[in-house]
DNA sequence: TTCGCTCCTGAAAACGCTTACAGAGCCCGC
DNA sequence: GCGGGCTCTGTAAGCGTTTTCAGGAGCGAA
């Protein structure tokens, strides 16, 4: 035991060999005892975890994989961490892997496409079990980098055109039209949006269409300058806002891709001198905590962020187990009204409004 | 080559060997092409990456890690994910280790000390390069698991008490006093503070300290009723103004120990029938943008968050490389005012009058 | 032309663990 | 009492790279 505890001591840290000295058995037995329990005798079992917490065994992850062919990491894939709502989500990812004992690995890829190949690349050689994904919408590049036999799944969306990939998310396009109906059943009939961009963005062109969707039901369209597309920031938002209530004849009520552009908007509207939700609708996307307690509170979709990681991680820990995963449910995105929409003003005496 | 890319598409993907025999060359150049450039002559070094090209090879991040002793990837070791405080900072510090071509792997501890530990000894298996972690107090077997050779900063703060590693952040207790000063100096007096629990997390306790310190320069104290801990959350927030307002002497200014609790304060505030800043002063800490663009937005004191994230990076990077890294500077955290501090209102008509 | 150096490349030994595979007990039934 | 079958442990062969070490080629100088 002096012994050992000198060998480790120059070696810098405790191998399975040492602990399998120490508890005076095969390494093969204490990586059974390790690894399935069930597999060894309790005694045994006993005397290697014994030995193996007294010598600090830890082990290394990278033998551990080079010979099992399992990392026992999943990546995840996304476009930002800096945004709440994909924070949120990896949070909860995370936590859940971490429940199955996996460990996670982090790619963002700042919504351009190379850096994205480039996150998957380095994620595939760190020999990831699985990935998560967010959107189905992604390079040919990408596509094709991502072994087809390599557990993955979609987050954010509920089904993508041409893509076999399990999906766990909700249905961008119906939520975004039931927000828009929302405003229609208000009696709103100029209606603006300020969309993500959606190029490249499919949850971001879905959420347009959804739009245009539940407006072509009302007989609406939805076009140039009263849509939008914008980066996904408040400074854009503000922008954009500014830019449609200086059209000449402006919309009464105006849907956002999320709820940045959203609070951009309350912000430009406010600074406009327009009362919100009294002279002007809006409404977001995401529910992020703390539009749910401004002042207007902003009405909303609620999208299931944690919701999401959480399923991620049983469906992708399952398909790594080999196990069946459970099916992938389509999420609830409820639309949550509070206090950013109205009825639109009556027809103001003046086609511009009083200050600006 | 077609033998070669028969024994992929049966091995699953392309290893150093096919690549070395594609290339005409043995394992050891392919190696030595790809990771040191220089060490091989100029034509086998384009036979080798245009073969690896050709072959889409990849390379095994586990044996690579093995035969090495270097996993080429980083831990960061936070609290939660979900603030977007320390999503920014990971998210800028992800950007940075990408850019010095090391991977994230991340564990989020959830203010759980138990958690914590077990997150650190999951990034020690993973074989981390070096570890991120946030603020200096934690578990003493979270210290004990953490090699002391092992590359290591603490971020959040300027500099720790009986701590080692190197810290890259700013003076928490200091950027607190600077708030509160500003408070006294707009002529409060009677000043509460709610705080983060304290209790391992010495963060939100130097902020206490920097409160405590300022009142005292005043010859004020801080104790509850007027101190409040609680955790960072905005219901927290809320209930914690309701309580200090619902004191018989209510505070005429509140300094809040994160921006969450700030805007819970402030949805109190506005619940209780009061104007802020006329009625009430509020400060916050952290700066997050929702709040910077508020109604009102919210005096606060800037956290560095991000910058913080890129220079554990290029530290840790440094490190790892046997580099000497750039000496840890202080970071600066201003106080930026905005619109929820003001002078205390004149003497409410009921309460007894205060001294002068 | 030959010797000595330098620069490159290849052969082969780790790296620390998992996992067939096979061997050794052991119990039980006949 | 003995053989068969079962369970449990140990032996050893990889897993795919990196890296040390040594050999070989090429070049300049004598």
Redesign the pocket.
């Known amino acids: 035991m002096g012994e050992i505890a000198y060998k480790i001591a120059v070696?810098g840290r405790a191998?399975?060999?040492d602990v399998a000295e120490a508890a005076g058995?095969?390494?093969?037995?204490v990586?059974?005892a390790?690894?399935k329990p069930d597999?060894?005798?309790p005694v045994?079992r006993a005397r290697v975890t014994d030995a193996a917490r007294r010598l600090g065994y830890l082990?290394?992850g990278a033998?551990?994989a080079?010979?099992?062919?399992r990392s026992g990491a999943m990546g995840a894939l996304v476009p930002t961490l800096d945004n709440p709502i994909f924070a949120a989500c990896i949070d909860a990812f995370q936590q859940r892997l971490d429940a199955h004992g996996i460990s996670l690995l982090v790619a963002s890829a700042g919504y351009d496409a190379a850096a994205e190949t480039r996150g998957l690349r380095t994620l595939l050689q760190r020999g990831v079990d699985g990935i998560l994904l967010v959107g189905a919408a992604h390079e040919p590049e990408t596509w094709a980098l991502l072994p087809p036999d390599l557990p993955a799944v979609v987050t954010w969306m509920h089904r993508a055109e041409g893509c076999a990939l399990p999906c766990i998310g909700f249905d961008n396009a119906a939520a975004a039209a039931r927000i828009t109906r929302h405003l229609l059943a208000l009696g709103h009939r100029r209606i603006g949006m300020i969309a993500g961009l959606a190029r490249g963005n499919d949850r971001a062109a879905a959420r347009i269409d959804g739009v245009r969707a539940a407006l072509a039901e009302a007989g609406l369209t939805l076009a140039p300058p009263l849509l939008a597309e914008r980066a996904y920031s408040v400074a854009e938002g503000s922008a954009a806002m500014a830019a449609l209530l200086a059209l000449p004849d402006p919309p009464t009520a105006v849907v956002c891709g999320n709820d940045h552009l959203a609070f951009g908007a309350l912000v430009a509207a406010r600074r406009a001198g327009l009362a919100v939700p009294a002279d002007l609708s809006v409404t977001g996307f995401d529910d992020l905590d703390f539009l749910a307690h401004g002042d207007p509170p902003l009405t909303t979709v609620h999208v299931p962020a944690a919701e999401m990681g959480r399923r991620a991680a049983d469906h992708l820990a399952a398909l790594a187990a080999g196990k069946e995963p459970p099916p992938p449910a389509e999420l609830e995105a409820p639309v949550v009204l509070r206090g950013t929409t109205a009825p639109p003003a009556r027809r103001r005496a003046t086609p511009r409004r009083a200050r600006a």
């Open positions: 070696r191998g399975i060999r058995v095969s390494v093969a037995t990586s059974r390790l690894n597999s060894v005798t045994l082990g290394n033998a551990r080079l010979a099992s062919r």
